[in-house]
């Protein structure tokens, strides 16, 4: 049995390849993928905010409460604040998304390009406006109820949407568009299916935004006869009733943090992986 002539270490064949008679490990196998939403960001803020919330609710039920704050804090009145809340915010946002993200689309095609810094100055001024200045003059225009909170909020939170699109629209290499076009797919073609999934996250950081803008914004909609849980904070300052101000205030905050988690949740599962940072 011939053996194969011993050879200095580390002298390889031609382009460097080790001899065939050498002896190689395999290859390890790639490591597996890491969890996208780990269990901490699942369980955690929601723990917080339950601990929170039943704090609020055993507070509430052992404080003393007369008439006007126990009138104030019904049941049925609670629920249907805080209802007409998270419908503000999701209809709100719904508009914002149907404008904002069609028009930053629009504002990075060649023929509108040019108008995207005025586009942006004009959305600037929506939301540089004072909220409550805004809606007052919303009022006068469109008089009073939950429509007219509803377009205030959206000129208040198209913003970061709009800003966002046409940014992260922008930074997308053009050698890859051409690249797209170069291999026959259409301009629809190569919009759906190479620029918004590299847009993904920028957008959605837009839209993570704009949704906790909503839910602040929502409360100032009583002023305008849209309700929400603004009705609970404005009768417990009116009323000078501490647990309506405080129940209302909580709501609110444990509703903009819900609706923040959410939102990050949404936006790691539909970033794809290959644009994900380390």
């Known amino acids: 049995m011939s053996t194969a002539p011993e050879r200095p270490p580390g002298e390889r064949g031609t382009g460097g390849l ?16 890491p969890h996208r939403i780990t269990w901490q960001k699942l369980v955690f803020l929601p723990a917080v905010l339950a601990v929170v919330l039943l704090v609020t609710f055993l507070w509430i039920t052992n404080v003393h409460l007369d008439s006007i704050a126990k009138n104030s804090l019904d049941d049925g009145n609670v629920r249907l604040r805080l209802w007409q809340h998270v419908k503000l915010t999701a209809i709100s946002t719904f508009w914002v998304l149907l404008v904002a993200v069609p028009l930053g689309i629009a504002l990075t095609r060649r023929g509108l390009s ?14 540089a406006t004072p909220a409550i200045g805004l809606l007052a003059l919303l009022v006068i225009w469109l008089g009073i109820g939950p429509s007219t909170a509803i377009a205030g909020m959206v000129i208040y939170a198209v913003l970061p949407v709009l800003s966002n699109t046409v940014a992260g629209l922008r930074a997308i290499d053009p050698q890859l568009v051409e690249a797209a076009r170069g291999i026959g797919m259409s301009a629809p073609g190569t919009l759906g299916r190479v620029e918004l999934p590299l847009a993904v996250p920028l957008i959605l950081a837009g839209v993570r935004t704009a949704l906790v803008l909503n839910v602040g914004t929502a409360t100032l909609a ?21 647990p309506v101000l405080v129940l209302g205030s909580v709501l609110t905050v444990a509703l903009a943090l819900l609706v923040d ?10 970033t794809p992986r290959g644009l994900e940072v380390g």
């Open 18 to 33: 080790p001899f065939p008679d050498e002896e190689t490990e395999p290859a390890p196998p790639p490591a597996p993928a």
């Open 261 to 270: 988690w959410l939102a990050s949740l949404a936006e790691v599962a539909l």
């Open 114 to 127: 040019r108008a995207a810094p005025l586009v942006t100055a004009v959305a600037n001024i929506g939301q």
């Open 222 to 242: 009583t002023f305008g006869g849209g309700g929400g849980l603004g009705d609970l904070i404005t009768s417990g300052i009116q009323t000078q009733r501490m």
